[in-house]
């Protein structure tokens, strides 16, 4: 009975970190390796903090393409870096992210908290399906990771980012 018993504990466990590592490799996001386009002394500067994902990388590069005839400085940075920031530092920050359980992660959570005065400049986009969530103060948009529907939300971050910086 306790061999039976052992057995069954040990099966369960190797399902369990079988279906854990299956997860991690399906749905984690890549780190976004920082970057910057044009020059840091231009007077207008836009920060993007990012997940890396195919769908999240294509925003930012939808974002940036769309700005590069204009006199902008945007840094590229990965989210989970955000308690590095000064925001004083920024004309308008994008924070691309996922959200699980309809609530930002710890980290972008804190970030909010930690500048409750500077939430005018903050656009965040959320992945976390179709479900419409929002924050208080914050401009948030949410929406589906879906590849197809990236030019839809490159235009509503670019039109969020012009009420900003214009």
Known sequence: ???MLKIVVISALVLFAGF???YEYTYSMDTVIPFEVNDSNLKTKVLIASQGSKFKDSLVQGVLRHYKKDTIYFKVIDVYTLFTVNVDKWDALIIINSWEYGSPPSNVK???KN???KLDKLIILSTVGSSNIALKDVDVVSGES???KA???T???VERLNKIIK
């Open 1 to 3: 009975m306790k061999r």
């Open 20 to 22: 854990w590592i299956w």
């Open 110 to 112: 804190k970030f909010i």
């Open 115 to 117: 500048h409750p005065d």
């Open 146 to 148: 879906i590849i197809e």
């Open 151 to 153: 030019p839809y939300y």
């Open 155 to 157: 235009d509503v971050l």
